[in-house]
Nanobody, 117 residues
Framework: QVQLVESGGGLVQPGGSLRLSCAAS????????LGWYRQAPGKQRELVAT??????TNYADSVKGRFTISRENRKNVYLQMNSLKPEDTAVYYC????????????WGQGTQVTVSS
């Protein structure tokens, strides 16, 4: 079992920045991929960004060039979000996965990000 706890969400104006953090605990030796998904009101959850244990990153097209994912050791992952847009408003979930491919094995409880003037 892995537990994921997010922090850093909040309200920000369009064009602003936020940094999300996630700390994993439990069976962290099994973690290969850490990352972030988001779910906007009325929409399905979607992948935002992932990073492997070796540092390979993957981003959704909608956030490329604005968001940066980074990782510290096996258990901490961050999402630096710049040039935020109203359409980035969503609940952001930290995820982890043991395999190289496939869906998340574990989810955090989520943190709200609201981009509004």
């Amino acid at each position: 079992q892995v537990q994921l706890v997010e922090s850093g969400g909040g309200l920000v104006q369009p064009g602003g920045s936020l940094r999300l953090s996630c700390a994993a605990s439990g069976s962290i030796f099994s973690i290969n991929v850490l990352g972030w998904y988001r779910q906007a009101p009325g929409k399905q959850r979607e992948l935002v960004a992932t990073i492997t244990r070796s540092g390979i990153t993957n981003y959704a097209d909608s956030v490329k060039g604005r968001f940066t994912i980074s990782r510290e050791n096996r258990k901490n992952v961050y999402l630096q979000m710049n040039s935020l847009k109203p359409e980035d408003t969503a609940v952001y979930y930290c995820i982890c996965r043991a395999g190289d491919v496939g869906g998340p094995d574990y989810w955090g409880q989520g943190t709200q990000v609201t981009v509004s003037s």
